[in-house]
């Protein structure tokens, strides 16, 4: 089975070609970090402007590297959930007019899923019962897989997800988009104990809130700059030094992070799974990936860099394993569902 697998849903084009659902034959990723860098965070409308530019090339280059033709696609795949409106929109539609054009079988794909399932690339391939825990910039989730599509849903972020969180707080203290790598940079040379930071109590013990912990950096910010509450965030990284960047970069960084991992072993203790993931941009992150080791009985798996961050290959080999579960999507009517949850 040769799977093409489309995802648009952010601010990354990508498509990609899967064999069976775990060899990769190719996984072109055009970003546009550049692009939205100068606005310190993603520009939907941007974002899907820029999508339409490149996606057939995207498409035709992912073939190309893999060395197939139409001919040899057996279905397409495409994330349909959840995203930026405008983005998944340009994505869905390439793929339902190609589906139309060079009758192949459509198959909606849920994003967040997806990440998960950069793992199965792996060799060998995760157990189940997985514990999964996807960590992104737009999403924050605990999910116990106990087959191929079946899952559930254990917890996720109730206002930010954690990703964001880096994102805004590289902001208040001035360091550069995307902040998920500046923060882990500049927290390499500051002291993690050097502030304070709230972690959030939550009703449900597996969800996740982030809101909190930013606003508890801006204050501290404010205050160790000698500024009232009401000073604008924008205002305050030149009035920082360098060390006290680091510091505030460690700090947060090691409750954001310990957030994380209390609850996954938490969850772990709960559920005696076989194999723990890490999915998402925020997967990367080497504090994460150094205390959930630390913590847990057994190894944690986790796809490389480019399969963590956005990228088609995720779609395509999820694709594979729903084909056996689901029905192909109607290429003619198929729609977006730009905050569906998993
Ligand atoms: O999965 P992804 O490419 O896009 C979304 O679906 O959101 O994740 C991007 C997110 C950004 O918020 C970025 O700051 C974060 O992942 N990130 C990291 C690291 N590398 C990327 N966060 C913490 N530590 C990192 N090393
Ligand atoms: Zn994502």
Redesign the pocket.
């Known amino acids: 089975m040769l799977i093409l697998g489309i995802e648009t849903?952010?601010d990354?084009t990508s498509a990609a070609v899967v064999r069976d659902g775990r060899e990769l034959l190719s996984n072109v990723v055009q970003s546009q970090i550049d692009i939205h860098k100068a606005y310190g965070g993603v520009v939907p409308e941007i974002a899907a402007r820029s999508h339409i530019e490149v996606i057939l090339a995207v498409v035709d280059e992912a073939l190309k590297k893999a060395e197939v033709t139409w001919d040899d696609i057996d279905a397409i795949g495409v994330t349909y959930a959840p995203g930026l409106i405008g983005s998944l929109l340009i994505g869905t539609l390439a793929a339902r007019t190609l589906a139309i054009i060079k009758q192949k079988p459509l198959y909606n794909i849920h994003?967040v899923e997806a990440?998960v399932y950069a793992n199965f690339l792996l060799d060998p391939q995760p157990k189940f019962p997985m514990l999964a825990l996807i960590?992104?910039?737009?999403?924050s989730q605990l999910a116990l897989f106990k087959n191929h599509g079946d899952y559930e849903l254990l917890g996720q972020t109730q206002d930010d997800?954690?990703?964001?969180a880096?994102?805004k707080v590289?902001k208040i203290i001035g360091l550069p988009y995307?902040?998920?790598?500046s923060?882990?940079k500049a927290a390499e040379q500051g002291d993690p104990h050097a502030f304070t930071f709230p972690k959030a109590r939550m009703q449900n013990e597996y969800d996740f809130s982030f809101s909190g912990l930013k606003t508890a950096v801006l204050r501290r910010v404010q205050e160790l700059c000698g500024k009232s509450h009401d000073f604008p965030s924008t205002g305050l990284a030149k009035l920082l030094n360098e060390s006290q960047k680091h510091d505030i970069a460690a700090s947060f960084?090691r409750i954001a992070i310990e957030t994380l991992v209390d609850k996954t072993v938490k969850a772990f203790q709960e559920y005696s799974p076989a194999s723990v993931v890490i999915a998402?941009?925020?997967a990367?992150?080497?504090?994460?990936r150094t205390q959930l080791r630390a913590r847990l009985p057994i190894g944690i798996e986790y796809a490389p860099?480019s399969l963590?961050?956005?990228n088609a290959a995720m779609i395509a080999t999820l694709t594979f394993y729903r084909m056996a579960l689901q029905r192909p999507a109607d290429p003619y009517t198929l729609d977006v569902a730009p905050s569906l949850s998993m």
Do not use: W
């Open positions: 849903s952010c990354e994003h990440h960590v992104s910039g737009g999403h997800a954690v990703g964001e880096f994102d590289a995307p902040g998920g790598p923060i882990s960084q998402g941009g925020v990367a992150n080497s504090e994460l860099i963590c961050t956005d």
